[in-house]
C-alpha cells in the first residue's frame, strides 16, 4: 500500500480498523458496507436481480490502497454502480429507476458515513456541487454542496437538475413509497442455525421475538438464547428521506394517540416461510424517530393487499417500544400461518401532523420468524 513506511500510529490503528472490518465483511460474504452493521444497512444485493458486489470491492481498494482522494473514489463507485444498472436493465424497463435510485442512496452512505474507512491524505476539501433534493421541493442545483443539503434529503453529488431531469424525471420518490409497489423481502429464506429467540428476566410486553444470537439484538435486559426449532431472520433497508404518504391513519387502538402523525411511508411485503411468531423490529439501525405498521391475514390463499379506509387489515403496529433506542419500533405477531403475506409500511413520527415535520432517513428493519 503506497506511503506504509510514513504512516504514524493512529493511521496504523485506523488502518488495522478497517482491515478487520473488510475481514468481517468478506467473512459473511458481503463485499458492501463496512463489516461493523453498516452491512446489514448496504447490503450487496438491493433488490432481486441486480448486485452491486464488484463496485463495493472496487470502492473498498480505492479506500485502502490509496488509488485516489475520497471524492475520486466515491465518484468511480457511483459510476460502476450505474453502469450495473445500465448493464443490467433496458431503458424501458421500469427496474432501471429502481436500480439507480439504490446506487444514488449507496453512494450518499458512503459519502456522509465513510470518512473513518478512507486511510489516506485527502488533500484540501472538496466542494461537492451537485444536486440536493429536499421533500416536496424542487431540486437545489448550482452552488449546493454536500453539508449544506440536510439529512433529510438526498444528495446527488456531481448532478444537474436537467439530469435528474432526464434519468429519474426530477428529485426521485423512493420506488417503494406506494404500497401497490411494496418490495418483496426476505424471498427464499432458510432458517439460520445462529439465531434463537429474546428471553428476559421478566415477560416482555411485545412477546418472544427472533434475535441473531452473534449480534445480540434484543432489548435492553434482554438475551438471545437458542431455541428449539427452526428461527428465520433477515433485514432490509428502509429510506423514507423523499417518501409521500399514501396510507391510512393506523387508529388509536394500536397506541397513536395522534394517528395522523405517521408519515412519510414505504412499503414492503413479507411472506411467512413457516407457521409460529413474525416479530419486526427498528431498533438497530434507524437513525430516525421511526414508526412501524403491520397489515395482513392468517390466509395462505392469497398475496398481500394494500390498506385503505375501507380495507385497513391492520395487524400491529408501533411507536418507541425499543426501550433505551427511544426512536425505534419493535412488534410481535403470534399465530402467524405459512404462506401468509403481510405488508410492512415503515414511516415516520411527523411532529405537525404534516410532510414538513415528518422525521427522515435511514431505517433497518430485521424480520424474524419463530417456526412453532
Excluded at 45 to 58: D, H, I, L, Q, Y
Excluded at 226 to 233: C, E, H, I, K, L
Amino acid at each position: 500500500m503506497p506511503g506504509v513506511g510514513a504512516c504514524n500510529a493512529e493511521f496504523v490503528a485506523r488502518f488495522n480498523t478497517n482491515v478487520n472490518n473488510e475481514l468481517a465483511s468478506f467473512q459473511d460474504g458481503k463485499a458492501c458496507g463496512d463489516g461493523n452493521g453498516l452491512a446489514a444497512l448496504i447490503p450487496d444485493c438491493p433488490f432481486e436481480g441486480v448486485c452491486f458486489t464488484s463496485a463495493c470491492e472496487a470502492h473498498d481498494s480505492c479506500y485502502v490502497q490509496c488509488q485516489g482522494t475520497r471524492h475520486e473514489c466515491d465518484l468511480r463507485f457511483y459510476t460502476n454502480m450505474t453502469g450495473i444498472c445500465h448493464d443490467t436493465f433496458t431503458l424501458d424497463d421500469v427496474k432501471l429507476r429502481q436500480c439507480l435510485y439504490s446506487a444514488f442512496a449507496y453512494y450518499a452512505a458512503v459519502d456522509r458515513k465513510g470518512a473513518d474507512a478512507y486511510l489516506c491524505d485527502n488533500g484540501p476539501p472538496l466542494l461537492q456541487v451537485g444536486a440536493c433534493c429536499t421533500p416536496g421541493a424542487p431540486p437545489v442545483c448550482g452552488d449546493e454542496d454536500a453539508p449544506a443539503c440536510p439529512a433529510t434529503a438526498l444528495f446527488f453529488a456531481g448532478q444537474t437538475c436537467t439530469e435528474l431531469d432526464e434519468i429519474l424525471g426530477g428529485c426521485p420518490t423512493p420506488p417503494n413509497d406506494n404500497c401497490a409497489d411494496a418490495i418483496e423481502v426476505c424471498a427464499g429464506q432458510v432458517a439460520d442455525p445462529d439465531a434463537g429467540r429474546c428471553v428476559g428476566e421478566t415477560p416482555s410486553e411485545i412477546g418472544d421475538r427472533a434475535c441473531r444470537i452473534a449480534s445480540q439484538d434484543c432489548l435492553a435486559g434482554e438475551s438471545c438464547l437458542p431455541r428449539d426449532g427452526d428461527v428465520y431472520v433477515c433485514t432490509a433497508l428502509g429510506d423514507n428521506r423523499l417518501a409521500a404518504t399514501d396510507g391510512p391513519d393506523p387508529g388509536v387502538e394500536c397506541g397513536f394517540d395522534q394517528p395522523e402523525r405517521f408519515r412519510a411511508d414505504v412499503w414492503f411485503a413479507y411472506t411467512a416461510p413457516c407457521s409460529g411468531t413474525l416479530s419486526i423490529s427498528m431498533c438497530l439501525g434507524t437513525r430516525y424517530d421511526a414508526v412501524l405498521a403491520v397489515y395482513g391475514a392468517n390466509d395462505s390463499s392469497g398475496g398481500c393487499s394494500c390498506p385503505d379506509k375501507t380495507n385497513n387489515t391492520l395487524t400491529a403496529c408501533d411507536d418507541d417500544s425499543c426501550g433505551g433506542f427511544q426512536t425505534g419500533s419493535v412488534v410481535s405477531i403470534p399465530g402467524v400461518v405459512a404462506g401468509a403475506c403481510y405488508t410492512i409500511r415503515v414511516g415516520g413520527w411527523s411532529s405537525d401532523s404534516g410532510e414538513a415535520g415528518t422525521a427522515r432517513g435511514f431505517s433497518q428493519i430485521d424480520i424474524g420468524m419463530l417456526c412453532d
